[in-house]
């Protein structure tokens, strides 16, 4: 058995050792037309940049409110927030939905140079936009749109076709600092989009504790000004101190939720197309199908010659 394995393997290195000249031309061909055609991609440059999760905010204080005030806030009906949500975990998914990116594409140039860019002009700096998408003189979409979908192209196609693939998100389980990495055809705008996305997901999660707060304050304004009971209104004053602080911390916090652990930066170097892990990757896949094809072609022949005799 050990034998017929030798035989088949030396088999096998005879055809492709006869083969060599053909299955190495065609392995150096597959590389070398694989490096030509990625001159015809266009580059594209990726910003990453680390974030940490600011535990200093109003969770903290919430959660010390319902340590101390929670037994007398229940007596009158109030319902204090558990403090139990996972910041890492909600930073992370505010990062990724629809409603940021709903926002993100009502800035100036954002929707356009998400969607209809279609080079980078490295002397003049500024991104060249397709066409038959966008009309730059007028500052129109001027696309034909695929069934469904509006001429304007919404959050949610841009979710779809462009950020789902250009966008990359990681957390890390131990030390929860979240890696964003963003990659477009201009260097620049890669480097803008972080910074615009986690600028936005601060702003967010601020407005959404001033709103809390607000709704939180009026609350507790009206039901102080319906007890007598001292234990009730130092309770009731000591978490209108406490949602005082919250709105304090939103307000002046410019970094509300993320903050910078390695900021996002404009790249110098393209990370699309690798052109020489394309080649090597051609070559590989060139020598296996030339080895393979040539392999096919001696056992056959060999099978026709015994055949004939």
């Known amino acids: 058995m050990d034998t017929n394995k030798d035989m088949d393997f030396f088999t096998l290195t005879k055809m492709m050792w006869t083969n060599k000249k053909e299955i190495l031309i065609f392995s150096i061909v597959s590389s070398i037309t694989v ?22 905010g109003p969770e ?28 890492e975990d909600f930073a992370f998914q505010l990062l990724n939905s629809k409603e940021i990116l709903k926002n993100l594409v009502e800035y100036d140039g954002v929707r356009e140079n998400i969607f209809a860019a279609k080079s980078y002009d490295k002397e003049e700096g500024k991104i060249i936009y397709d066409e038959s998408l966008y009309n730059v003189e ?35 389980v131990k030390t929860g600092f979240i890696s964003i990495r963003y990659e477009h055809l201009s260097p620049k705008f890669a480097y803008d989009f972080i910074n615009l996305l986690v600028a936005e997901v601060n ?46 911390i939103a307000t002046t916090e ?4 993320l903050k910078t652990i390695d900021p996002p930066y404009i790249p110098e170097v393209r990370s699309f197309p690798n052109r020489k892990n394309l080649a090597i990757i051609a070559f590989i896949v060139g020598f296996i199908f030339s080895s393979t094809f040539f392999i096919v072609i001696s056992f056959l022949r060999e099978n026709r010659n015994i055949e004939n005799a």
Not at 35 to 55: E, G, I, M, P, R
Not at 254 to 257: A, I
């Open 35 to 56: 490096l030509l055609l990625s001159f015809t991609f266009s580059d594209k440059y990726t910003s990453s940049a680390v974030f940490s999760v600011n535990n200093n």
């Open 60 to 87: 903290s204080m919430i959660s010390n409110s319902l340590r101390e005030y929670g037994g007398v806030a229940s007596m009158i009906g109030l319902n204090l927030p558990s403090g139990g949500q996972n910041k």
């Open 138 to 172: 007028q500052k129109k979409w001027v696309r034909k749109p695929p069934k469904g979908r509006n001429i304007v192209p919404s959050y949610i196609e841009i979710m779809d076709e462009k950020i789902s693939k250009n966008l990359n998100l990681q957390q890390d």
């Open 203 to 248: 702003n967010y999660a601020q407005k959404s504790d001033l709103a809390s707060s607000d709704l939180a304050l009026e609350y507790l304004q009206e039901e102080l000004k319906k007890t007598d009971n001292s234990n009730v209104t130092n309770t009731l004053n000591n978490l209108i101190e406490s949602h005082m602080n919250i709105k304090v």
């Open 254 to 257: 410019e970094k509300y939720l």
